[in-house]
């Protein structure tokens, strides 16, 4: 399992200066309703669904399980489905919230943060079923867990396929 | 979810895995600006999108799933027969009837919903898919009564201006419904006094298809109620050569298609329906040995005048048997131009065909093994095979 | 249907098919009682019935298929370990939590549906179906955050005296329901500080598992409503060795085991949870190259104190890897008593097993392929293969 | 296909008493509401959910969608799904209403009148199908027809599976 220096850095940081419940307490707050958007590596999808998206070109790597960014990704490969690795298909909506994984990109030796989100309000999509698991943690790590339907705060919450977004490079 | 009030659950507290998100968030960002390690420079960090449908191509094709094995779940697969890939889904619910508008733009889904999944109370409904953006954009619910049966192109249709739509409904007594896409609503019932399924031509006439070898035509007055009804000559016995319900588009009219290989054309364009003399696919010597078979038995090119059935070598009761060969006829001079044999063995046989209207049209096949094969449409060559698109893929619609 | 009243069609005209139907029914009775033909005399009529489930057998299993390309179309087979048969079917929705109630009498089912089959308002429901007659008999409308995650025994579960049914909940705040199933409510919700799924003890204890390694209990009242709670020590390390959520029950308690092949024991039968000693699945040498996995990952037979695996050849992120061998453990020994490899190639890797709890007992193993093998459980020797055994059969339950 | 000689003579005599449109009005009478019922095949189901029913056990050929019975059934066969040739499983209800077909018994070299139901309430059984069409008729004649769904007027209308039931020799 590849580590994750992100967390334990940003934990070490904030355990300086506050318990962890005040801690919980505090972020809940920011959590709920539209303040949590924002903070969420998400908040890319309003700018997304501006016509200015595009149409899909997904490449054959995107629609091969074996591309180096679905390290830790389970469920069909939005980029079989009308959409690309970074892309849902057309009708569909993206989750807000999301599990991450560290993955390894062999094409420059660098460890990357992604996000893997759902896509939301169709019925399984049903092609490329890809189930990977590097660094995947079970439910009660819930931000490394790629098991729980993702689409569960949408508005509409059927599950339809999941991409992957690298966020950036995870420190060495 | 937002409408339920937990009990006694502030929803502030406790989200480990979404703090840890949070933090992600805020850290990468920072490093996504932080100076790049070693030669090659870091990948940018992506933006999520949602994709668009993009300029409609004479190539897509809307492939109909039923999906037998989990019938509640039947969809709708947008597919381009250029790059092969999947542009998108629509959900069609239980056994449903899917058409497009007569200006493409809309994908009218007749299905029936349960309450919960698939027992609890049944919803019928049309649904109207925008095929710009693939989003449901309305809905018609309709009596618990659409006909569920076979995949075909009469279980919901528009009238030629798109102002009326019509859903068949089996009790079952037989009926339609006329219904306003427009302000979605319901605006009459209409008796076919046993007769069934709804061909739609113009803006106001509606014929099913009789027992009795007849079709009942229905006119219809601005408010969609009945305004007068004609019954045709029988054109074709049920006992000694039923003709296949699923009947092909002809540009002025439609053509059914028997078991035997009688093509029955009829022209839709005068006040009363005109039977043309029925012609044969098959010579004296194939008739009752190749027959046509399947679900969509044939299609046709409207400017090439070209028509294209999936034929069989069988017997009967073998009128759902898929095609080993696709055939293909010019219509104006009746005669066989082409025929194609399929690799059964591989890709299984042909029990739906449709073909692209352009001038440089694709043929579409789907196969009783759900694939989906693409050819050129004038010389037959296959030029791909979509494996296993869904379930049980039988209905081809053009954009 | 019965509800709707159909404008202007009187539902007494014009049914062709039903009136030949009537005929026939007519006709055909007078000629069965007719004086038979040339000998052999003709068969009798038959008479169409409704078959019942019969006396249960600790031979049966509840195949769940989570049927992932077509997921709101979820269900359970009853299948028969000694006759091959299938002997009926529940219908389980959305991503569903299934368990049996402790007299085995009912199938409980946590799921979520949608107005509009997969899209619309959800409605989340534990739905309780009669394992007699394989009849709904009732449900509760839940809040519409029913927890969707992997299959596994502990999305809902039922009190030891069958008086309270747990259902997790996950928005993705976690917290579980409490519910009355004699008297079909929902008693209250319980805030689990972001730990998380139901691990039932007693009439009246709910453990979940934390990201801290600890399990959170909680004691109800009599009403269904918190009394208090503890805090369990760490028994596990999240980062160094994570267990699966999917614990073993055992006679006393349950046993959490981890991705490396740790054994946690849990007696759950005192005041406060008791720790036993981990035990190892691997020896030194094999820890970290053979390792558990799939998605039910372990089965107990309490009489005979056996423990089967799923094991493979793996490395980190292979938790999920089906097992191409089963090994077999004496729980009091902590000996590894027999490891039976499987044939991948033929019939996929091992992704969940049961074990009957009978003196003559059968093991199931469903596969990444959606095969469901019988298997002696004390011999290991193969008895049967039933062939996709629906689309993707994760969880086994016993009858 | 196979002469339906049981509605030929059936039509024969009723038209010598009858015109058509009377005729359809009169039957149309008594094919609604509870009236309908003891006039179809299927009122023997009200005695086959009683106590009394049977634990299915399926022959081999009951499995199998050669069987001489299934010359006209279009589903998944329910003696694959929890039931026999003439039994729905358990938890299911069966279909008032009918198709049917006459198929050759090659074990007395009699033609058999069939009655086809189909099995309700539960989503579709999915193994065993099978697909025959001796003597099947399009929709407009939807006696002999067997691609509508026949759970259409049932509470719970949903379709499950179907059964083949003999109801008598078809007169040579």
Redesign the interface.
Known sequence: ??PDR??E???RS?AKRTSRRS???S??????GAA?LP????D??A???S?S????K?TADEQNCEYWKY??I?GFLCA?????S?????????SP????GTCH?PG?G?D??V?Y?DCC???????C?C???????????????N???WC??N??????CS?S?????A?? | MRTYDPPGVPMTRHFPGVILLTLAAGTVSSWAAAPAGPQPSPLPAEHLTIATVGPKSPHWVYVVDYAYANEIDSRVYLFDGDTYRRIGQIDTGFIPGVNLSPDGKTTAVATTYFARGGHGTRTDVVEFNDNNTLAKTGEIVIPPKHAQTLAMLFTVAYSSDGKFVYTPYLTPAASFGVLDPARKKVLSEIDTAGCTLVFPWGPNRVSSICESGRLLTVTLDAQGKEASRTSSEPFFNPDQDPVFAQAVPLPDGYAYVSFLGQVHEIDFTQPKLVMRTPWSLVSATEKGTWRPGGVQIGAVHRSLGKLFVPMHRGGDGSHKAGGTEIWVFDLKSHQRTARWPIDTKELGSVIAVQVSQDAAPLLFAATETANVLVLDAQTGKMQHVEKKLGQTPQLLLNP
Not at chain 1, 27 to 32: K, M, S, V
Not at chain 1, 53 to 56: C, G, Q, W
Not at chain 1, 97 to 100: D, G, K, M, V
Not at chain 1, 121 to 127: A, E, I, L
Request: proline content about 7%.
């Open positions: 399992m590849k992100i967390f850095k940003a934990a904030l801690l919980l307490a972020l809940g707050q920011l959590l709920t949590l903070l969420l590596p998400i890319r999808t700018r997304a669904q016509p998206s595009p149409v899909a997904p390290c830790a389970d079989c489905c009308g959409g690309t970074t892309s849902c298909p057309p009708g569909t909506q993206s919230i999301t599990w991450i990109n420059d660098r990357y943060i996000s989100n309000g169709k019925v399984s999509c049903g092609d079923f189930d990977r698991n590097e660094g995947e943690k079970p439910m009660y790590r819930l931000s490394r867990n098991d729980v339907n569960m705060a508005t509409e919450s059927n599950y339809h991409v977004v690298i966020l950036g490079v420190q060495k």
